[in-house]
């Protein structure tokens, strides 16, 4: 993760993958961002027309997440109710235990890997 973020008060938002294909791969980053120094995360998936199911990570270095809407925009869609739902992992997908990556150890290979093997019919 080459970022280094000055501002205590700042955030860093990531899209990354589904957490339903591939959670192991999902997870390993929210964990990396937390000991990359962001001690906050907070994943979040929502549903992409064209990708499915698809996970983000806020990161932060301070506690909160602000989760009013501003008055002052028509929203079309969003509603602040989503919040309970995309910050919801279901049992199935729920954080799992995984190593941090790194890039001596790129264990997010291992677990990209172990998924494609598992669609192909193959254990480990």
Not at 25 to 44: K, L, N
Not at 97 to 115: G, M
């Amino acid at each position: 993760m080459p970022v280094e973020i000055s501002a205590e008060r700042s955030a860093v938002y990531t899209g990354y993958q589904s957490p339903e294909l591939s959670k192991k791969a999902f997870w390993c980053i929210d964990e990396t961002q937390r000991d990359a120094g962001f001690s906050f995360t907070y994943p979040y998936h929502i549903n992409i027309p064209s990708f499915g199911d698809w996970g983000f990570i806020m990161a932060k270095k301070r506690p909160g997440f602000n989760d009013q809407l501003r008055s002052d925009i028509d929203y079309k869609f969003l509603e602040s109710s989503i919040y309970d739902h995309i910050l919801y992992f279901s049992k199935d997908i729920r954080d799992v235990d995984v190593q941090v990556n790194h890039l001596d150890k790129p264990v997010i290979l291992e677990y990209y890997l172990d998924h494609w093997q598992s669609l192909q019919g193959k254990k480990k």
